[in-house]
């Protein structure tokens, strides 16, 4: 199962709960499905928002501006120091899932790093999370025995031949305005985020009505 086939699901799935049409937005490997599916199924979606720890930089112009530039040396600089976990499940889950599934303490280790890593915690975990949250985290990859299903997420994607790249294009339906991040290289933009205004978690985009009328919205 890769990125690819789960946006045939998402497909699917909407369209038996009767959703002909409908926005998403996904963050990190979610992000990666809605790519896919608004690459394979455009006249699917109304709208798209995407997200994650860090973009996909992918192919990066020759014309970025010196903020783009930081950005790009920053993200390289992030990709060096905490995507060694990516690496593994892309290219050797099961040697880590057997050791996984065996232990609860290296389970525990393994997933609350990218927690701490991940989280504006000073390296205090508890005082941005509650531990009764955490442990029913731990205690659903402990007792289903799904740590290694997850990673190999990575590696099917990884090794997919399904998958399609390019451009997300704008899709043809005057619903709702595409919410992003960027200048439109990647895919069509029509409301970029300051980051300075906006938390990455906090999403906000514009409703058309009928009459073309715009209402910012927020979730």
């Given amino acids: 199962m890769d990125v690819a086939r789960i946006a ?28 896919q599916l608004a690459l394979a199924h455009p006249d699917r979606l109304v709208a798209l928002h ?7 930089l992918g192919w990066v112009p020759d014309d970025l501006s010196d903020a783009e530039k930081a950005f790009v040396t920053a993200a390289e600089a992030w990709n060096r120091s905490e995507m ?3 690496q593994e499940h892309a290219s050797k889950p099961q040697t880590l899932a057997h050791a996984l599934n065996d232990s609860p303490v290296g389970l525990a280790s393994w997933v609350l790093e990218k927690f701490r890593a991940s989280s504006d ?4 975990l508890d005082a941005v999370s509650d531990r009764a949250d955490l442990l029913t985290n731990l205690t659903i990859y402990w007792g289903t025995q799904t740590i290694g299903s997850s990673m190999r ?43 300075d205004r906006h938390r990455a978690d906090e ?17």
């Fill in 153 to 195: 997420l990575y590696y099917e994607t990884a090794h997919s031949s399904a998958a399609a790249w390019g451009r997300v294009e704008r899709p043809p339906l005057n619903v709702l305005d595409r919410l992003a991040v960027g200048d439109g290289r990647h895919g069509d933009v029509d409301h970029g985020l300051d980051p």
């Fill in 8 to 35: 045939g699901v998402v497909v699917d799935v909407m369209g038996q709960l009767g959703y002909d049409r409908f926005a998403a937005r996904g963050s990190d490997l979610g992000a990666g499905v809605l790519q």
């Fill in 84 to 86: 060694a976990y990516a």
């Fill in 50 to 56: 995407l997200s994650g720890t860090n973009p996909y």
């Fill in 121 to 124: 915690c000073g390296g205090d």
């Fill in 203 to 219: 999403p906000v985009c514009r409703v058309l009505d009928d009459a073309g009328r715009t209402e910012e919205a927020g979730a």
